[in-house]
């Protein structure tokens, strides 16, 4: 069956606004689904914007608590740069329960961008 709809979670990881410094999402809990991937969208690249993004794991919610995750836990990547109007997407296979993007700041002016974590195999369905 095509019903992606109730089988998946969609959490706002970085609301859509225009960049000109370092942002890390909340913590989104991963209890009760079994795969996640981040979906980056950017708009606008303003003068030689230069923004990176990486994922980062926790058993806690607290800032300090969150390592980044090694590179072997990832699927795909988003390798470089965000390019303008472009949208990218990296998964997680790790093991802690929650889990937050970093978008790095890196120079430039500004970068137009969002960021959307998408949860799948939920323990319970549908998911509201």
């Known amino acids: 069956m095509r019903d992606i ?3 998946i979670k969609a959490v706002a990881a970085v609301p859509a606004a225009t960049r000109t410094a370092t942002f ?6 991963l209890l009760g689904f079994d795969s996640v991937a981040l ?6 690249v303003s003068g ?3 923004m990176t993004v990486k994922l980062q794991e926790s058993d806690t919610t607290t800032a300090g608590d969150f390592i980044d995750v090694p590179a072997g836990l990832l699927q795909g990547g988003i390798a470089g ?3 303008q109007n472009g949208t990218a997407k990296v998964g997680y296979r790790g093991f802690k329960r929650y889990l937050r993007a970093v978008f790095t700041f ?11 974590f998408l949860l799948g195999k939920a ?6």
């Open 5 to 7: 709809v109730h089988n």
């Open 24 to 29: 890390t999402s909340d913590p989104v809990d």
């Open 39 to 44: 979906v980056v969208n950017t708009g606008t």
């Open 48 to 50: 030689s914007g230069n």
């Open 81 to 83: 740069a965000l390019v």
């Open 106 to 116: 890196n120079s430039g002016t500004s970068v137009s961008t969002s960021g959307t």
């Open 123 to 128: 323990a319970d369905k549908p998911v509201a």
